[in-house]
């Protein structure tokens, strides 16, 4: 039996799509047409808004479109069996990325947030339901309480904001933990640089754990 012809398009950039034919490609990859990718995109942008970033709840037609943007603009390798799933990751993505670089831009113009990569690397692992999101905040608090020195562990500490649910982690930039610890923003500085790679370490061996577990369980 033949492969489908479609499947050419499978990894491909939207932009070498003949546009006659990006109606079929996007059925045949997400199993759904595009018309309802897009009203569910909305209708999920709303809720993740409400729950993540309500300050923008108004915006959401904007963020589907920009999550079906990023979606499309170089299509998936392989069809994809779960596309609600898929949505949904990429919307609370798109959003926290826009809340990130909102909050940078309002704290420090023009510079990136302090131990933004290192919060990645969590949600990069990060999935969609209620029992993952806990897991994934047990994974980060986990990794702080191994940091063994206190003036690091209490920096780091201070530096994550997570949400009570888990679905979402922001920082706090320097000036912000150095008024909550009651020390100057040098301190904070350089108690961060020497606890950020340890903390990605520690975060990275949760992880790795956290998959061997699920594969043992499997």
Known sequence: MGSDPLDDWLGARWDDVPEHLRPAVVEHIFDVDLLTLSTYAAAKARYVLERIDP????DFEDVAQDTLVELTATLPAERIRHWKALVLKKLQWQVLQDRRRRTADKRHPGQRVDYESTVLVLEDHAKSDADDRLADRTILRNAL????RPEIAAVL?????IAADGSYADVQTTREVAEELGISQEKVKRLRAAGVK?????LRAQLDAAAGDNEEES
Do not use: N, P, Q, Y
Not at 145 to 148: H, M, Q, R, W
Not at 157 to 161: L, P
Not at 198 to 202: G, I, K, N, P, S
């Open 55 to 58: 300050e923008m709840r108004s």
């Open 145 to 148: 309480d191994s940091i063994t």
């Open 157 to 161: 500490r201070a530096t994550f904001v």
């Open 198 to 202: 340890a903390l990605r370490a520690a």
